[in-house]
Structures are given as structure tokens and as C-alpha cells.
């Protein structure tokens, strides 16, 4: 016997309805992480000796640039949704819950926006 009502099973939601959409955001993400953290370790390997300036030019090409925006968005996209699905499966207190999972969407958006601002202070030069 399902505890789910009819309803539910009608349209194959759970009993939050978003787990599904959730689930799918977390594998997109991870999928996109796999090139891009090969591509940014590479380059970090092939510029070990590079000086500031070099780093700093290539930092500053419009596709790299493009590349690191990718990696920054994806990786605090992925981390968030992550650390909030554990908090959700083994915080029992709601008010504990909530507090954890509001902090650290906050310091995921800050510290997105902080990453996503230094690219594009690096690619304008500013």
C-alpha cells in the first residue's frame, strides 16, 4: 500500500515536490564540474611557473575568462545544493535546519559574487 495520495501518484511527485528537479540540478552541475575542473587543473599544472602578469593575461582572454565564470557558478551551484540536501537528511532541529541551510546559501552567493567579480574585473581590466 502507497502512503502517497492519488494525486501524487497521478503526477510522480514526492511528498515535497521538488525532490526530482533537485536531484537533477545536483547531476547537471556534476557533469558540468567534470571538464571544467579537468580544464582548470591542467592550466593551473601547465602555468606552475608562470609570474603574476601571465596568469594574470591569461586570466583576462575573454574564453578563459568565460571558462572560470562557468567553474565559479557551477562549483557554488553544486556546493550549496549539496551541503543543503545533507542538512536536510541529518539536522533534526527545523530551526537548526533553517539557520544552517540560510547560512550557507548566503556565503554560497557571496562568495559566488566575489569570484564572478574578480573574473570580470581581471577580463575588463579594471
Do not use: C, N
Amino acid at each position: 500500500m502507497s502512503r502517497r495520495s492519488p494525486l501524487g501518484r497521478v503526477r510522480g511527485l514526492g511528498s515535497a515536490k521538488e525532490g526530482a528537479g533537485h536531484w537533477w540540478g545536483l547531476r547537471f552541475s556534476a557533469l558540468a564540474l567534470i571538464p571544467l575542473t579537468l580544464w582548470f587543473a591542467a592550466s593551473v599544472a601547465v602555468m606552475s611557473g608562470a609570474g603574476y602578469e601571465t596568469v594574470r593575461a591569461w586570466a583576462a582572454s575573454p574564453l578563459v575568462a568565460g571558462l572560470l565564470l562557468l567553474l565559479i557558478v557551477a562549483v557554488f551551484y553544486h556546493g550549496a545544493r549539496g551541503l543543503q540536501e545533507v542538512i536536510e537528511d541529518y539536522v533534526p532541529r527545523k530551526s537548526v535546519k533553517f539557520t544552517a541551510i540560510l547560512a550557507v546559501q548566503a556565503a554560497s552567493i557571496v562568495l559566488g559574487l566575489t569570484g564572478v567579480l574578480s573574473v570580470l574585473l581581471l577580463l575588463f581590466r579594471v
